[in-house]
């Protein structure tokens, strides 16, 4: 975890006040005004001014321009574009975090919290409200509550200011939208220097499931998530490895006896056996994902992989997570349990320094893998279909503060019998993204 000590604005800001309250002291006294008040509240007021001495101010936005190959088309690349309109200028995200952290008399951490607003065009919301207690006796434990990214896989966790990539992937998007959740976790993460322990890393939480793309929680059922992971680990002066495997052990409650299954002749199955009705649909993911920098004289070459296969509840029509109980014509809709998996695999290359980096990507999110190509027709959905992805891109880092990325993304989903999918879709797109950030 990264803290914010004494920052020189803050400190400059400290002293501003600090000598307009003495300048006000000295002047009430001598003229007796509204004014007037001892020393007593001088020390009040640096009292106060040192609690922020432990505040980090951070924040970026990223205006973009983008053009994709047909109006109106779908995209996870910011979301898709609107009946007429084939490009366009947007606000992708525009956050600011605010960071406080205070230590012990060891300067080991004893409490962090963060705040995360993201504006754009569209709204103000909120992204990150959390905060952190640290046990300081065997420095081993911390435990994180509030609304935070759920601890599973590399990707999820991977914020949008560093990620090389637009996006995270079509998988990440569709099965853990906006990537937080409400909730409570334990972290064991030993924070000493003597073993190769300092390098390990386990966290196990409960949340609510449905993310921040719900309003609030609409059943009892809880989310288990679980990852335990290695840290950047340098196995020789020119090889860095981390990784982890994840768990999520979840699911939704049914509120309508309807339930549909794969069964093995490629066709949706339905159970409407009343004592559906309450029982737990399931969501269990299952992941693991690798890191791999190659330090060089001009930079670095790294390598990244993600996989992830299990069991996802959602509709018919989508193979999204629930953000609210399934309606259909004023009625509760039936749920649809669908195995899947998807991966993705990263390339990043720095030219010549580390200013300028090339950046290719592919993945793919197979929703329904009982089932596949011309299979998929009556009875389907868009929901069933798999994509493949691949994505290449060249970043500039001009300075600390900026960061410029031109990128060209080919999704292609496979060919079916329903009549949208029966070829492949032309959604190519280009984007080109400018980071500010401080």
């Not at 793309?213 to 020119?238: C, G």
Request: with cysteine.
């Amino acid at each position: 975890m990264k803290f914010f000590q004494k920052s020189l604005s803050l400190r400059v800001l400290t002293l501003a006040m600090l000598m307009f309250s003495i300048s006000a002291v000295s002047y009430g006294q001598q003229k007796g005004s509204l004014m007037d008040f001892d020393t007593t509240v001088v020390k009040k007021l640096i009292s106060t001014l040192k609690k922020y001495e432990y505040v980090g101010i951070s924040g970026y936005i990223q205006p973009q321009y983008q053009f994709i190959q047909t109006e109106g088309a779908k995209s996870f690349n910011g979301g898709d574009y609107t009946a007429n309109t084939n490009n366009r200028f947007t606000l992708r995200r525009g956050r600011l975090r605010f960071d406080y952290a205070r230590f012990d008399k060891n300067n080991l951490p004893q409490i962090n919290f963060v705040f995360q607003f993201d504006g754009t065009e569209r709204g103000v919301v909120i992204r990150d409200f959390w905060g952190r207690f640290y046990e300081n006796k065997l420095n081993l434990f911390s435990v994180t509550t509030g609304m935070f990214a759920r601890p599973f896989g590399f990707e999820v966790n991977y914020g949008s200011a560093d990620r090389e990539s637009l996006e995270r992937g079509r998988m990440s998007q569709i099965l853990m939208k906006v990537e937080r959740d409400m909730g409570a976790m334990i972290s064991l993460e030993p924070r000493t220097k003597q073993s190769f322990a300092k390098y390990l890393k386990f966290d196990i939480g409960a949340f609510n499931g449905q993310g921040l793309t719900a309003t609030t929680d609409f059943d009892n059922h809880k989310d288990l998530i679980t990852r335990f992971s290695i840290k950047p680990y340098k196995v020789s002066p020119k090889l860095i490895v981390s990784g982890s495997v994840s768990g999520l052990f979840g699911g939704m409650e049914q509120f309508t006896k309807y339930i549909y299954k794969m069964s093995n002749n490629q066709s949706f199955m339905v159970d409407s056996s009343a004592s559906n009705v309450g029982k737990i649909a399931p969501r269990k993911y299952y992941g693991a994902d690798v890191q791999i920098k190659i330090p060089n004289r001009v930079g670095q070459t790294e390598f990244r992989a993600e996989y992830i296969r299990g069991t996802q509840t959602a509709t018919q029509s989508s193979s999204e997570t629930p953000a609210v109980i399934p309606t259909s014509n004023g009625k509760n809709a039936p749920l649809y349990i669908r195995n899947f998996d998807g991966a993705y695999f990263y390339f990043l290359q720095h030219l010549g320094s580390k200013k300028h980096q090339f950046v290719a990507k592919y993945d793919w999110y197979d929703p329904n893998k009982k089932v596949k190509g011309t299979e998929i027709g009556k009875a389907f959905t868009a929901a069933d279909v798999r994509f493949n992805t691949l994505g290449v891109g060249y970043v500039v880092y001009p300075n600390d503060n900026l960061r410029v990325t031109f990128w060209y993304e080919m999704p292609k989903n496979e060919k079916t019998s329903l009549t949208d999918y029966s070829t492949d879709i032309k959604d190519n797109n280009f984007t080109c993204r400018v980071q500010y950030r401080f």
